[in-house]
């Protein structure tokens, strides 16, 4: 018999061996155990989550000889649909037939009734590579197919689907499988494949996964075929070109120093041991990003990445000011990696830049209190054309700038005043949905938005404010990206500061800041970096295609 992959071998044969996903699993055992079946379900998440997998079981617990909602494995159909040749469970891989005459094919056959079950399971992968013709050629029938029939769409790319089509299905979103849940899925497999591995290998496969159970155990495969049965953490360090944690620190250390020939000397060490530099940079912003949590709060029990003793190291070296300038061109190389046909170059250039940062940043923090924030681009992110000229307040300095005529002592904050910050960091959120942002994208005003990017530095006059100080400091980590008449969207590297800036409970505070700057009351939402290249991503995907919102049939009103 020839091999078979593991993660095929040990693909969930029941609702209980499935890793991950408790609450969907739930949802679908009690639809079954109520017999509520859905006529189509859409599955969407990251790859490698269990959506195929689940579509198989939902299948077998249809057509089980047992009832609906069993899954015996022993039973005729059962068997068949594991093994995929069940004449009943259709499973089409959308991109290879994408077109509409696949889909006038699938329909003409979906009239007639099952031959062995007693419904008729039709599971398409990969369904957002269809054509927009194919779609339209299967609304009818996924709207109102016959009794007998089910279908169940799967996708990591739901954003590419008709709005049509996610309105007739039940959606199911996979998240990403927990590190402890992956834990438990190679442990069991190690076990019964007679495997030993070390804790640290172990973890640094659960990390490689990044929350995929197919991809973790692919992975295992892989390096069980290069170590035997005995796998150490450094047999998958030299497998894939990874750097150990010692490695990491020691170049941050090297950085630190300003120590050119060495820093020079590693990346060209780097480069003859095939380290993959795009993940080496990944994780430098991870130890770097645990470093500023723990010097801001002393608590080891928020570092998600490293360990108390190497945020520990790097906060010794590194002030929160010089954390900060890393992280940022650190974030800046990594976006760049995504065009650049030579990373080795872009990589060394910015060892290059961090080195003359770090070794700059304590005269330019001594100079001016504020240098230390991430200086914001004058480019306009977006090619929208303004909606109509930027309307200036009156006397804006005025309203900004605060005259010191009392020595700058007194309009520093206490410490009790810290204590009673007004800035909420938890409670209800807004939350705007992608479409409203694209809207928003196409109708920015990019004159008033680059004029409002010249103002922004005025923060820095309020930021000792008693009152308005805490809102300001916030508004300022952020950039502001979109601008219309009665909104503001910023854009921040960090994820808790764009948190906060999203908490209800916080936005009269900052929608009374900007008024300041804009002469007018707006609604103030936040994005983080993931969003945000999401956001782009989308735009360019709608640009190239040519289907981008009319900017004549968007209302330019309150988002909240």
């Known amino acids: 018999m020839s091999y078979l992959a593991l993660y095929r071998k040990y693909r969930s044969k029941n609702f209980e061996e499935l890793v991950g996903q408790d609450a969907i699993k739930t949802t679908l055992m009690n639809a079954l155990q109520l017999q509520k079946i859905s006529h ?7 790859r490698g989550t269990g959506k195929t997998s689940v579509a198989r079981l939902f299948a077998k617990a249809l057509n089980c000889d047992e009832g609906i909602g069993h899954i015996c494995n022993e039973c005729g159909n059962c068997r068949e649909i594991s093994e995929g040749s069940h004449p009943d469970v259709i499973e089409i891989d959308a991109a290879s037939n994408s077109g509409v005459d696949e889909v006038r094919n699938l329909i003409e056959k979906v009239k007639y009734a099952p031959i062995k079950g007693r419904y008729k399971v039709y599971i398409i992968d990969e369904v957002h590579m269809m054509t927009n013709s ?5 609304l009818k029938t996924l709207e109102e197919p016959p009794a007998y029939v089910v279908f169940i769409l799967c996708t990591t790319e739901p954003y590419k689907l008709l709005p049509t089509i996610l309105s007739r299905c039940q959606r199911y979103d996979f998240k990403k499988i927990s590190d402890n849940d992956l834990k438990k899925l190679l442990t069991r497999v190690l076990n019964e494949e007679h495997v030993t591995c070390s804790e640290t290998a172990l973890n640094l496969i659960v990390e490689l996964a990044n929350g995929g159970a197919r991809d ?42 300003n120590d050119t020939l060495k820093v020079i ?21 991870d130890l770097l990003k645990d470093a500023l949590v723990y010097s801001k709060t002393r608590n080891i029990n928020l570092i998600t990445s490293s360990n108390y003793e190497d945020a520990k190291k790097i906060t010794l070296s590194y002030d929160d000011a010089e954390i900060e300038k890393t992280i940022d061109l ?7 990696f995504k065009t650049t046909s030579n990373p080795g170059f872009l990589f060394e250039v910015y060892l290059l830049k961090i080195m003359k940062a770090l070794n700059g940043v304590q005269q330019e923090i001594a100079q001016q209190p504020f240098a230390h924030q991430k200086p ?87 930021i000792n404010d008693p009152t308005d100080g805490p809102y300001a400091a916030l508004l300022s980590q952020g950039k502001p990206l979109i601008v219309t008449n009665a909104n503001l969207v910023l854009v921040y590297d960090l ?50 295609v040519g289907k981008l919102p009319n900017k004549k049939d968007i209302e330019d009103k309150k988002i909240f």
């Open 40 to 46: 189509a379900y859409l599955f969407s998440g990251p």
């Open 330 to 336: 650190l974030l800046s190389c990594q976006n760049e």
């Open 265 to 285: 000397s590693k990346y060209e060490e780097y480069l003859n041991r095939n380290i993959d530099l795009s993940r080496l940079v990944n994780e430098l912003l």
């Open 376 to 462: 914001i681009s004058q480019a306009p992110l977006f090619t929208s054309e303004p909606v109509k000229p930027i309307e200036k307040p009156a006397e804006p300095q005025q309203k900004v700038v605060i005259q010191q005529e009392k020595p700058v002592e007194e309009f520093k904050i206490s410490s009790k005043s810290l204590d009673l910050s007004p800035i909420a960091v938890e409670g209800d959120s807004y939350e705007v949905d992608l479409q409203e942002l694209l809207n928003l994208t196409i109708i920015s005003n990019k004159q008033e938005r680059a004029s409002l990017i010249e103002r922004w530095p005025q923060l820095a006059n309020l």
């Open 134 to 138: 194919a779609f339209n050629a299967l």
């Open 495 to 544: 994820k808790v500061p764009a948190t906060r800036a999203n908490i209800k409970e916080n936005q009269d505070g900052l929608a009374k800041i900007i008024k300041k700057l804009l002469g007018r009351k707006v609604c103030v939402y936040a994005l983080n970096r993931d969003n945000y290249t999401n956001l782009l991503k989308n735009y360019r995907n709608l640009d190239e």
């Open 216 to 257: 973790s155990l692919s992975l295992l495969d892989q390096i069980i075929s290069f170590s035997g049965n005995k796998i150490e953490e450094s047999d998958i360090i030299k497998m894939f070109g990874l750097t150990t944690r010692a490695e990491k620190i020691d170049l941050l250390s090297q950085l630190k120093a």
